[in-house]
């Protein structure tokens, strides 16, 4: 149901009129709400918000708007909308990428899911542009925002006196950086050994522990 001010206003703010118009309905469920304008806007943009058609970026912006004007914390949001609270701030993050980023995702050219990988790349733009020419994967664009541009001369120094891993280690390590998105390196020590995963944000590690968590 759509929330409406009381009709004595001669108001209807919030309401999806067209849409309803559109699927040949007579009637529309309401709420009738004795609110000010203050809140009669903050529960249009609640709603509009929710609208399935909505791309990422005025998603992003929504949100944004909701916190800026109306107090809300990225919890209450979620709590109002019924997402979790990861979800907001991913979909926050969305706003700090370049235009031309914003730009692809009204388009439709890019996902909401490739263009939360963008936020920790060192060349968004760049990988965003790779991700639509070679149709990569999440897990794939993932992987790539994760590997530096290229090694300091320290580290390309380090990495040449360190012993060469087997085809075997290479490819296993290839293998679960495709499967879980984030860079994976396997250290071999006698009998044992340590198994390294390089994550760059804290959403990615919530996501690491559910699937862990899921494959019980």
Do not use: F
């Not at 050994?193 to 944000?201: A, C, E, I, Q, W």
Request: glycine share 6%.
């Amino acid at each position: 149901s759509s929330a409406v001010r009381s009709l004595t206003s001669r108001t209807m703010t919030g309401i999806s009129v067209s849409p309803a118009q559109r699927a040949g309905l007579t009637e529309i469920p309401v709420i009738v709400r004795d609110v000010n304008d203050r809140t009669a806007l903050e529960l249009a943009i609640i709603e509009n918000v929710q609208r399935a058609d909505l791309n990422p970026v005025e998603e992003a912006q929504g949100y944004q708007q909701l916190i800026d004007e109306h107090g809300y914390t990225q919890a209450d949001l979620g709590q109002v909308i019924g997402k979790s609270r990861s979800h907001v701030a991913n979909t926050l993050r969305l706003l700090k990428l370049p235009p031309v980023i914003h730009s692809m995702l009204v388009d439709g050219d890019l996902s909401a899911g490739h263009a939360r990988t963008l936020v920790t790349a060192e060349d968004p733009a760049g990988l965003a542009k790779r991700i639509v020419k070679e149709g990569l994967s999440v897990r794939q664009a993932e992987a790539l925002a994760q590997t530096p541009a290229g090694p300091t001369p320290a580290k390309a120094k380090s990495a040449t006196s360190a012993p060469e891993k087997d085809p075997d280690t290479l490819a296993l390590e290839k293998l679960m950086t495709d499967t879980i998105g984030m860079i994976v390196s396997i250290e071999h020590k006698g009998k044992g050994g340590t198994l390294r995963v390089d994550y760059r944000s804290l959403e990615q590690l919530d996501e690491l522990c559910r699937r862990l968590k899921d494959e019980r």
